[in-house]
């Protein structure tokens, strides 16, 4: 037969488990809440993926890389202007707090095929 003291920690154990899964510690819940690490590579004047989709108020993680000259990811849209170098990519994240479909480009003027360079970024709205 168990002693109380047992009991008592499987108790506890259990407990924190329950709490954990209620408060958000859980894995699941921060599933759900919306995390995205995307890598986006730029080169021969596209980007690559071209469409990134998410949900309203995830958080989003891009790493740039810039394959052949020096792109920028920009959205106008959520004030967002990062510059990748060949060899040097670049990590930023934000919130994704708007919905709708915004235009992401490289905004430096290199070579006349950095204007072509366009993507979009797809935010919709979260389900109840």
């Known amino acids: 037969m168990p002693s109380p003291a047992h009991n ?3 108790l506890m154990a259990a407990a924190l488990l329950l709490g954990a899964v209620v408060c958000g510690g859980g894995a699941p819940l921060a599933q759900e809440q919306g995390r995205h690490e995307i890598t986006v590579t730029a080169k021969r004047f596209a980007f690559s993926p071209a469409r990134i989709e998410v949900a309203a108020n995830d958080v989003v993680k891009i790493t740039l890389v810039a394959e052949d ?3 920028t990811f920009t959205i106008d849209e959520y004030r967002i202007s990062k510059r990748a170098a060949p060899g040097r990519p670049v990590t930023f994240e934000f919130r994704a707090d ?3 479909t915004f235009p992401f480009y490289c905004s ?3 070579d006349e095929g950095c204007r072509e ?3 979009e970024l797809v935010v919709t709205p979260r389900r109840p």
């Open 8 to 10: 008592r920690r499987t």
């Open 69 to 71: 000259i020096p792109h």
């Open 98 to 100: 708007k919905a709708g």
């Open 108 to 110: 430096l003027t290199i």
């Open 117 to 119: 360079m366009r993507g």
